[in-house]
C-alpha cells in the first residue's frame, strides 16, 4: 500500500515553469513505477510522463516531450515533474499514480491510467495567457 500527496500547483504565465511533486509513503517506494496524468475540465485523465524504478528509464507524451522532465529522489521517496514553456493548453489537475513492479515494464504500457493502482489528490496548474 502507498498513499501519494502532490504539491507544487498554482497559476503561471504562458512561457513560465514549475515544478510539481508527489511525495510517497512506504517503504517499497523503490519498487514502484511511478507516473504523471493530469486532466482538464470535461476532458479525459491522459498520459504526461513516466518513470522506471530506478530513474534511469523515461518515457513522455508527445505534447510534452521537450519541456516536461519527469525524476525521482528514492532517498526523499519523491517524484517530481518540471514543467517548463508552459502553454495554456496545460492547464489541469495533474495527478501522480504508482504502480508496483517486480520485474521489468516496458514504460510505453504504462500510458494508461488503468494500469496504476495507486493514485494522489491532484493539483491544479493554471497556465494564463
Known amino acids: 500500500q502507498v498513499q501519494l500527496v502532490e504539491s507544487g500547483g498554482g497559476l503561471v504565465q504562458a512561457g513560465g515553469s514549475l515544478r510539481l511533486s508527489c511525495a510517497a509513503s512506504?517503504?517499497?517506494?523503490?519498487?514502484?513505477?511511478m507516473g504523471w496524468f493530469r486532466q482538464a475540465p470535461g476532458k479525459e485523465r491522459e498520459f504526461v510522463a513516466v518513470?522506471?524504478?530506478?530513474?534511469?528509464?523515461?518515457y513522455y507524451a508527445d505534447s510534452v516531450k521537450g519541456r516536461f522532465t519527469i525524476s525521482r529522489d528514492n532517498a526523499k521517496v519523491t517524484v517530481y515533474l518540471q514543467m517548463n514553456s508552459l502553454k495554456p493548453e496545460d492547464t489541469a489537475v495533474y495527478y501522480c499514480?504508482?504502480?508496483?513492479?517486480?520485474?521489468?515494464?516496458?514504460?510505453?504500457?504504462?500510458?494508461?491510467?488503468?494500469?496504476?493502482?495507486?493514485w494522489g489528490q491532484g493539483t491544479q496548474v493554471t497556465v494564463s495567457s
Open positions: 499514480a504508482a504502480r508496483r513492479f517486480r520485474g521489468g515494464v516496458i514504460l510505453a504500457t504504462m500510458t494508461l491510467p488503468q494500469n496504476y493502482d495507486y
Open positions: 512506504g517503504r517499497t517506494f523503490s519498487s514502484y513505477v
Open positions: 518513470i522506471n524504478a530506478s530513474g534511469l528509464s523515461t
